[in-house]
């Protein structure tokens, strides 16, 4: 590991609580693995300090930092700059200061399409999607996937609005075709409207939290009886590594992706924003992994 010295850099991530994320494992991993000089740290950031925080960055010269929660919408009110991709989420999970400028991204949606590229094999271009939630991380991957060229993305979420609403921004970014479905409560088996847009997706992405912690044993959050073989299914949920909805995938002869490799992605494309460099995947999975305990 590169020792820090006089001229290291200081790389960080907001968050409130920031002790358990991951980030610092993943990030310094590939950071010595290139023999970069730069060092990561958790910024414990509670609420009403963002804007000092983000001054701070500027005025230590910090190289930038990750944004977890619950500061990714709010800190778009302290930069100067946006991606498109951040704009169109409304949040940015990543800030690069570039002499003093501090830029937001979001690399969530892209980190997903990149996962899914790259350990399922699945090119979302104009392929058909169901989307399960319309919480900040669907928001993510609805725009990663509309960016990516999807051809439809039916967005199924318990509380309607949400999910309009991001059918509406998916609409306003790009040529893919977006609606929305109320679904009363998970799983749905006597959901017709969504068990239509189950058999007619190729790609089924779970973003809600259900699913977490889950025991075994639990019911998916869409009936296991509806997932077929030509589906790819992907959890954002990695906590268990294999979720109900995985399980039932496998099962069915599907592609099952696991959350993780999001996780992975995002934290590869923030650490390219950052350093410049080709991200080192399988270390910075590595390291994840280790530090999840899941050697
Ligand atoms: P994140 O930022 O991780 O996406 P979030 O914004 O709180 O988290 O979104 C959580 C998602 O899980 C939402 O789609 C939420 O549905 P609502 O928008 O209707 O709240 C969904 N979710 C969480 N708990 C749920 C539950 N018990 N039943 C149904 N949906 C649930």
């Known amino acids: 590991m590169q020792a820090v010295g006089g001229t290291t850099r200081v790389i960080g991530v907001f968050g409130d609580p920031v002790q358990h994320s991951l980030s610092p494992a993943m990030h ?10 730069y060092v990561y740290v958790p910024f414990h950031v509670p609420q009403g300090r963002l804007a000092a925080a983000c001054e701070g960055l500027r005025a230590l010269q910090v190289r930038g930092t990750n944004v977890t929660i619950p500061h ?10 946006r991606s498109q991709e951040a704009e169109l989420i409304g949040a940015v999970n990543t800030v690069v200061n570039e002499d003093g400028r501090l830029v937001g991204y979001n690399t969530d949606g892209a980190g997903f399409v990149r996962s899914l590229r790259e ?4 090119a979302p271009d104009g392929r058909r999607v169901l989307l399960l939630g319309a919480g900040g991380a669907a928001k993510a991957i ?3 996937l509309a960016l990516a060229g999807a051809g439809e993305i039916v967005i199924a979420n318990r509380t309607l609005a949400k999910a ?3 059918a509406n921004v998916v609409q306003s970014a790009a040529s893919t075709r977006a609606r929305a479905l109320g679904v009363a409560q998970w799983p749905a088996p006597d959901d017709a409207a969504l068990r239509a847009a189950a058999a007619e997706a190729e790609l089924i992405v779970n973003a809600t939290s259900l699913g977490m912690h889950a025991g075994a044993g639990e019911p998916p959050i869409i009936p296991a009886a509806w997932l077929q073989p030509d589906h790819c299914v992907c959890d954002i949920v990695y906590t ?3 979720t109900p909805l995985l399980a039932a995938a496998k099962a069915a002869g599907a592609r099952a992706l696991p959350g993780i490799g999001m996780l992975i992605h995002q934290g590869a494309i923030a650490f390219e924003h950052f350093t410049g460099q080709p991200a080192p995947v399988a270390v910075m999975r590595a390291a994840l992994l280790a530090a999840l305990g899941r050697h």
């Open 142 to 144: 609805a725009v990663g």
């Open 240 to 242: 268990p590594p294999e």
């Open 119 to 122: 350990e399922a094999a699945f």
């Open 28 to 37: 310094n991993a590939a950071l010595a693995h290139l023999g970069l000089d």
């Open 72 to 81: 990714k919408v709010e800190i778009q009110a302290h930069l100067d700059a």
């Open 164 to 166: 309009e609403a991001i």
